[in-house]
């Protein structure tokens, strides 16, 4: 096993064992990155040419990289907005950058005429302000070999606005690849390793328990056109005793799937799969160098189908 997921695995086990964590406290924090990783069913732990490495693994830096930027907006179930920058930048000793707001703009506060009185047609409720609910993230990707292993950082810092109440987080990931053969990558991502904290201004404080992520990538070219292929599968692993609303619950312990599938059909074209948490993905990425153009779609059986889209930018 590689040195580092050991030291992941223990790390997590213990702090799932004595940590106690607000459930979905940390959901601010799994939106995703990246439109082509949203195509393929939320994977990109071994994706080394996403431009969001330090959302999914910034240990992946520690590989060849070129600078190349994305521009990425999505507006799901009518109001929700989710507009994120993410980078790498520099070739000798790359780095990477995201920057996320996830927000509902223009929330209406009503209340009736006659505060006193019955609500009825001649006591109707009007909109006397509005407010916003609004997400501010910042991730910072940086690797370095421990030995002969590669080894990511993201430290990650929250400002939150819930109409008028705010609060700020930080917390840290942790991230590794390995590759047995040349056909073969995987890579692993150690999630809220100290415990990421949300402290709020009226006093509440919540912490986020540490969550290991898993992924495989087998990746070749198919046999006569020479077509690049990539086959990802994925396992995100919560301590959070989510129960029904996890794909796979054991106890305290969920799991939820990920797979995707990336086929560079031309050299111009790149066509993905996947599925993600119980919903099917699907997208298609057209590159006219230094520009390239992104599409995702999800299909959402209980709620309304997602879109996102990007510019991207690669030198």
């Given amino acids: 096993m590689n040195g580092a997921l050991k030291w992941m695995l223990i790390i997590v086990v213990m702090g799932a064992a004595t940590l106690h964590a607000e459930k979905y406290a940390g959901e601010i924090f799994r939106m995703g990155a990246g439109v082509r990783n949203y195509a393929m069913g939320g994977t990109g732990l071994t994706d080394s040419d996403s431009p969001a490495l330090a959302y999914w693994n910034a240990s992946l830096l520690t590989k060849k990289q070129n600078t ?14 989710y507009d994120t920058v993410s980078g790498v930048v520099g070739s000798k000793h790359p780095f990477s950058i995201v920057i996320s707001r996830i927000g509902i703009d223009d929330i209406p506060l009503t209340r009736k005429e006659n505060p006193d009185d019955t609500l009825s047609a001649n006591n109707k409720p009007y909109e006397y302000d509005s407010v916003n609910n609004a997400d501010y993230i910042l991730y910072a990707g940086f690797a370095t070999h421990v030995g002969k292993i590669p080894l990511g950082i993201t430290p990650k810092f929250a400002y939150r606005v819930l109409a008028d109440e705010g ?33 709020w201004e009226n006093g509440t404080h919540e912490t986020v328990n540490p969550g290991l992520d898993l992924e495989t990538n087998l990746h070749f ?17 919560y301590f959070e005793d989510r ?20 086929v560079q059909a031309h050299e111009v074209l790149a066509l993905f799969l996947g599925y993600d948490v119980e919903n099917v993905t699907a997208g298609v990425t057209l590159s006219l160098l230094p520009l390239e153009l992104h599409y995702a779609f999800e299909q959402n059986t209980e709620l309304e189908d997602s879109h996102r ?5 690669q030198f």
């Fill in 221 to 237: 070219n198919l046999p006569w056109i020479k077509c690049p292929v990539s086959l990802i599968g994925g396992i995100e692993t």
């Fill in 243 to 262: 129960e029904e609303s996890a794909t796979t619950s054991v106890g305290f312990m969920s799991l939820d799937y990920h797979a995707g599938m990336a």
């Fill in 309 to 313: 889209v990007s510019l991207g930018l």
């Fill in 68 to 81: 190349r930027v994305e521009l990425m907006h999505a507006e799901e179930l009518g109001e929700f907005q």
């Fill in 167 to 199: 609060g700020y987080g930080f917390g840290a990931d942790l991230s590794t690849w390995y590759e047995p053969t040349g056909y073969l990558t995987v890579g692993a991502k150690l999630r809220d390793f100290f415990s990421t904290q949300i402290f």
